[in-house]
């Protein structure tokens, strides 16, 4: 009826983790990670209703934040090939999330449990031939459907999600320590009942 509900996320992720390959172009990996997570709730009344609901559950219901921890094993299978000097990976990655909240501001909004990712992605990585700052500009991104399990898909009321990612990024491969790439990149992610945006800093490695 107009009310809205809005939440804001910040998650930081550090893992480690072996790859092995099979032959050129296929390898398979196994990491282990752990990842803290804020969420912020904001409640936007917008008629007679919301303006109860935000007076009355502000701080308990709505109106909150929460900081979680998560223990996430995982495995990658990829599959590498190119045409010409544009790159293109294929791969699935299944994770398994224990995750738990440890500070809060509401009384009776906590986390507990146990869920599942499995992830199919496509990604495309296209050399523009473009020199900035001395270092060739590349674009691309993925498009991937992530399926979701146990609590996770019970939360998000969704089985899966579909994402769909661009960037725009600089090669740094051989220049700067490990680092591919760095740059820029958007994604937009969409689901049957969620749907929403992230956009940032794009970093990645290769060792």
């Not at 996320?9 to 990670?33: C, D, I, M, N």
């Not at 990842?35 to 303006?51: K, L």
Request: no cysteine; glycine share 14%; hydrophobic share 35%.
């Amino acid at each position: 009826q107009g009310n809205e509900m809005k939440y804001d996320t910040l998650a930081a992720q550090v893992g480690s983790g072996a790859r092995f390959y099979f032959t050129e172009h296929l390898s398979l990996a196994g990491t282990v990670s752990g990842i803290y997570g804020h969420v912020e709730s904001e409640f936007v009344p917008n008629n007679n209703i919301g303006e109860a609901i935000h007076e009355l559950a502000s701080g308990t219901f709505v109106d909150w934040h929460l900081d979680t921890w998560s223990f996430a094993p995982s495995v990658n299978g990829r599959y590498e090939w190119g045409w010409g000097r544009t790159r293109f990976e294929l791969s699935s990655q299944y994770t398994f999330f224990h995750t738990e909240s440890f500070s809060g501001s509401s009384p009776i909004i906590s986390v507990g449990g146990d869920s599942g990712t499995w992830e199919n992605k496509l990604d495309v990585d296209v050399p523009l031939g473009w020199q900035v700052l001395g270092r060739e500009l590349h674009t691309g991104g993925f498009f991937s459907r992530t399926e979701i399990f146990g609590d996770a898909a019970t939360g998000l009321n969704e089985k899966h999600i579909y994402t769909l990612n661009g960037r725009l990024v600089l090669d740094f491969l051989g220049h700067l320590w490990k680092v591919r790439w760095l740059g820029l990149g958007t994604s937009y992610f969409w689901g049957d009942h969620v749907n929403g945006w992230s956009a940032g800093m794009d970093l990645r490695f290769q060792f």
